[in-house]
């Protein structure tokens, strides 16, 4: 999703701060040269190839990116059946990913100076084995299908060739969490029988389960993997054009044109900053690495310590995961399970978002005012200028949303976004799309997409597992148990779950899972689709900035040299106000107004409400009012946040009463703390 830097190793977190002026777009172009973000993307996301190929190696990975490219914008005009069309994508997409990603060794070792890291024979022969389950199913794939009950033992050793290969693919990408995962389903199906209790099922002999999950469309060739196939590999495609077109530079411009040279004003830049790259990329570490690399002198120069400059980067980064119009691959995934268009979910994710950065700038105000913040001198050009200039950015990003409100399908939508995006480079001769650049756009989008689609693959068979045994049901149910049926209870014990499952596997995975599993039981107590989609979708997201296991902080304090748990417990505090904005949609029927549904007092009720529990959360966290909050006021205003959640007349109005006790004792202690400090003053001068 975001381009190749080509910058060299290393962070160097020594060097003082600049005292020269330059423009934002200075920034962009020359931000610390000693920052590489693509070993940091490659060590702390799965989103580019964590191989830094070189010479044939990256001739035939970019030409298999691009031939995936233009197959899946092939697909958008000339739809084929899903059968044939989601084999072939996966024979490409797998047969890449072995070249692309490291498999085994030291990647110490591999990133020495003068070391090769091309791909090594057992990759190139595991590249050719992924070809073969693949193309053999779609040599007959109709026939294929249509023997998914009685399988022949060829159709059992390809299902269980293609399983190994995808196992290994998202073993590669993102770790063993997820291949051990599907081991461990499957292997409840298999010896179902023999657990007791309410946790048994009938045993699945190893033919059944491969034609379950191999040959229909339950399991590796599920929605997970649809989707990746579609919506995911387009939108990436248009991330890489718009990214290619110049946009990333106009987003930067324009953040420090918009917020002056005030000093709150270099955070105020990154939290824009980190929004409008987001639309870019919909990746969080994605978005903190590109940011950081650019920003980070700015907010060293202003005065933030390393930690809070870090967790402040992972922050506005991780919002671009939830931020429309782009967003993560979940999304994608609620509107294909619910059956709802895209622009639906966009419309859902609208207020969330807005109170999500309401959330950080707070922090930010609260911060420039502990640390003392200054402003950082800089030549930046009028924001009237820059819009009339290079607004035409914002264009394709409105047309996607303007030909999906016209009833044109969300693929069609992006390309022709994406096409616009390609015209609207030759605005600025600096950033015209060559065919040069055009193929690499198109290497750069399926590189995107890369490591999505084998662990969207991957969690199509725990789908494929749950749905066949039914587990997922007999989980939803236990939940609905141990809660005893409360709503409050049930809505506390998924948020946990969701948590914990996705500090192990990445948030796409963790949302699949957790739908199938977390799904029914918040319906079970009542709570819409929609808005049970909408709450998994927000906690799968903000489990990358739960501890341990955060790894956009982790990768933020790389850059700024900060202790990466410090920076990682900040980053924690700054987001901490939107794990409470989903309990709002879930707790109450006028909560779902927080997604734009219902009617107009229930959105309005929601909105006003959300954004004082947000706000009194934010002064609790950051420990500032009108000056330093003390604990017991902390404890009061954040205390009376959580009531409002609930949307129900009395917990709203003892929230209400116990924000409003708060800030009174608050005015209180502030102005005694004033007249203490003033009175030894007055005193000293009478005596003289």
């Not at 005030?262 to 990746?283: D, E, I, K, N, Q």
């Not at 506005?316 to 995934?333: L, R, S, T, V």
């Not at 005893?484 to 948030?507: M, Y």
Request: net charge positive; glycine share 10%; hydrophobic share 55%.
């Amino acid at each position: 999703m975001t381009q190749e830097t080509g910058r060299s190793a290393a962070v160097n977190t020594k060097s003082p701060p600049s005292a020269r002026g330059g423009t934002a777009s200075d920034l962009l172009d020359e931000a610390d040269p000693k920052i590489d973000e693509e070993a940091l993307l490659a060590e702390f996301d799965a989103e580019i190839p964590a191989r830094k190929l070189s010479g044939i190696p990256q001739l035939v990975v970019k030409i298999m990116g691009v031939a995936l490219s233009l197959f899946g914008l092939y697909w958008v005009f000339n739809p084929m059946a899903s059968q044939f069309y989601l084999p072939a994508f996966l024979m490409l997409a797998l047969s890449a990913t072995f070249l692309a990603y490291r498999g085994w060794g030291s990647k110490n070792k591999a990133k020495a100076p003068g070391a090769k890291d091309n791909p090594r024979i057992a990759d190139w022969l595991l590249a050719v084995v992924a070809v073969v389950p693949f193309a053999y199913i779609i040599s007959d794939w109709d026939a294929f299908f249509r023997r998914a009950i009685i399988p022949t033992d060829l159709d059992v050793i390809m299902g269980t060739l293609a399983i190994l290969v995808t196992l290994e693919a998202a073993r590669r990408t993102v770790g063993l969490m997820i291949p051990i995962a599907v081991i461990v389903f499957f292997a409840y199906a298999h010896w179902g029988s023999y657990i007791p209790g309410v946790f048994g099922t009938s045993s699945f002999d190893w033919s059944r389960l491969v034609g379950h999950n191999i040959m229909g469309t339950q399991g590796l060739f599920g929605v997970p993997t649809n989707v990746a196939a579609t919506f995911v590999i387009l939108f990436t495609l248009y991330g890489a054009v718009l990214t290619g077109s110049g946009a990333s530079k106009f987003f930067i411009d324009l953040s420090f044109a918009a917020f002056g040279r005030s000093a709150a004003g270099p955070g105020r830049t990154v939290t824009l900053a980190g929004f409008l790259l987001g639309t870019v990329s919909g990746s969080g570490v994605a978005t903190t690495v590109t940011l950081g690399g650019i920003s980070w002198p700015l907010l060293r120069r202003a005065g933030y310590p390393r930690e809070h400059g870090g967790a402040l980067l992972a922050a506005a980064g991780i919002g671009a995961i939830m931020a429309p119009p782009m967003m993560g691959a979940a999304a994608f995934i609620i509107a294909a399970l619910l059956g709802v268009s895209y622009l639906q979910v966009l419309i859902w994710a609208i207020i969330p978002t807005i109170l999500y950065y309401f959330g950080l700038i707070l922090s930010i105000e609260m911060d420039s005012r502990r640390f003392k913040t200054t402003d950082v001198k800089m030549e930046v050009k009028p924001i009237g200028k820059l819009l009339l200039r290079f607004g035409y950015h914002f264009s394709s990003l409105a047309a996607i949303v303007v030909f999906m409100s016209f009833g044109m399908t969300p693929f069609r939508a992006v390309v022709y976004a994406t096409v616009l995006a390609l015209v609207l480079s030759f605005f600025d001769r600096s950033s015209w799309m060559t065919p040069r650049r055009i193929w690499d756009a198109l290497a750069t989008g399926a590189a995107g997409a890369m490591s999505i689609i084998p662990v969207m693959a991957a969690a199509g068979l725990i789908v494929g597992v749950l749905t066949l045994t039914g587990l997922g049901l007999k989980l939803a149910g236990i939940i609905v148990s141990a809660a005893g049926g409360n709503l409050l209870l049930t809505a506390i014990l998924s948020a946990v779950a969701v948590t914990l499952l996705g500090l192990a596997v990445p948030v796409t995975a963790s949302f699949i899972i957790s739908w199938v599993i977390i799904g029914p039981a918040l319906q079970d107590v009542g709570v819409p689709a929609f808005a049970a989609a909408m709450f998994i979708f927000y906690y799968s997201v903000l489990s990358e900035v739960s501890p341990p296991t955060a790894l956009s902080p982790f990768a933020a304090s790389a850059i700024t040299g900060g202790k990466p748990i410090t920076t990682m417990w900040l980053t924690w505090k700054y987001t901490l106000t939107a794990f409470l904005v989903p309990f709002v949609f879930v707790l109450s029927e006028a909560g779902s107004g927080l997604l734009l549904q219902g009617g107009v007092w229930s959105i309005v009720l929601a909105t006003v409400t959300s954004v004082l529990a947000v706000a009194a959360l934010a002064v609790a966290t950051g420990g500032w009012l009108w000056g330093p909050a003390k604990l017991p006021e902390r404890l009061l205003i954040g205390g009376g946040a959580l009531p409002l959640v609930t949307l129900s007349l009395l917990p709203m109005a003892i929230g209400v009463g116990m924000i409003v006790l708060g800030i009174v004792v608050h005015l209180i202690g502030r102005r005694r703390r004033a007249a203490e400090t003033a009175e030894p003053a007055v005193s000293h001068s009478t005596t003289a």
